[in-house]
């Protein structure tokens, strides 16, 4: 793996085997509690919910419980979760994006709830919003999507569509 080891790509990488894992429990439609009633008392339903949700540390022996529980790899289970924090373009852009703040609060998309909230919050009255990588990521990080999702999500739901690659005074 050639990408650099820092804090936001070791956290991008943690939330990513969470997700991996929550979508394994879904696809094979069992509840936390069939999951964790698996693991034969290792892991309890209250603290599986907590790993999904990235809540609580997930400790390499722990995954392991888990994995075995879903029946799946853990190899092959690291490996979805890399591949989903793997670098690659966006046909989106990178940067900063400007977005119509009227028109992603008017989207009908439950998945921006966070983003309108987080505008509410913001109590700006300037009908565009810029938004720099940070906040893209944070965002995100809160809607439980990777980032360039994050961003297709607000530039479809928008009809600002311009990335602004170098934007100065972005949120």
Same mark, same amino acid.
């Given at each position: 793996?050639?990408?650099?080891?820092?804090?936001?790509?070791?956290?991008?990488?943690?939330?990513?085997?969470?997700?991996?894992?929550?979508?394994?429990?879904?696809?094979?439609?069992?509840?936390?509690?069939?999951?964790?009633?698996?693991?034969?008392?290792?892991?309890?339903?209250?603290?599986?919910?907590?790993?999904?949700?990235?809540?609580?540390?997930?400790?390499?022996?722990?995954?392991?419980?888990?994995? &075995? =529980? %879903?029946?799946?790899?853990?190899?092959?289970?690291?490996?979805?979760?890399?591949?989903?924090?793997?670098?690659?373009? @966006? /046909?989106?852009?990178?940067?900063?994006?400007?977005?119509?703040?009227?028109?992603?609060?008017?989207?009908?998309?439950?998945?921006?709830?966070?983003?309108?909230?987080?505008?509410?919050?913001?109590?700006?009255?300037?009908?565009?919003?810029?938004?720099?990588?940070?906040?893209?990521?944070?965002? &995100? =990080? %809160?809607?439980?999507?990777?980032?360039?999702?994050?961003?297709?999500?607000?530039?479809?739901?928008?009809?600002?569509? @311009? /990335?602004?690659?170098?934007?100065?005074?972005?949120?």
């Amino acid at each position: 793996m050639s990408q650099a080891y820092d804090s936001r790509s070791q956290q991008a990488f943690a939330a990513a085997v969470c997700r991996v894992m929550r979508e394994s429990r879904r696809r094979q439609k069992l509840t936390q509690a069939e999951v964790a009633q698996r693991t034969n008392g290792l892991v309890s339903k209250a603290a599986l919910a907590n790993y999904e949700t990235g809540h609580r540390s997930l400790r390499v022996d722990v995954l392991w419980v888990i994995a &075995a =529980a %879903l029946g799946e790899d853990l190899g092959a289970l690291l490996s979805a979760a890399e591949r989903n924090v793997a670098t690659r373009p @966006s /046909p989106y852009g990178t940067g900063s994006i400007t977005v119509d703040v009227h028109e992603v609060m008017a989207s009908p998309d439950p998945r921006l709830s966070v983003v309108k909230r987080w505008f509410e919050l913001r109590a700006n009255s300037s009908p565009t919003m810029t938004l720099d990588e940070g906040a893209i990521a944070a965002l &995100a =990080a %809160l809607m439980n999507v990777r980032p360039d999702e994050c961003r297709r999500l607000l530039l479809t739901s928008s009809r600002t569509r @311009s /990335p602004q690659p170098h934007a100065a005074n972005g949120v």
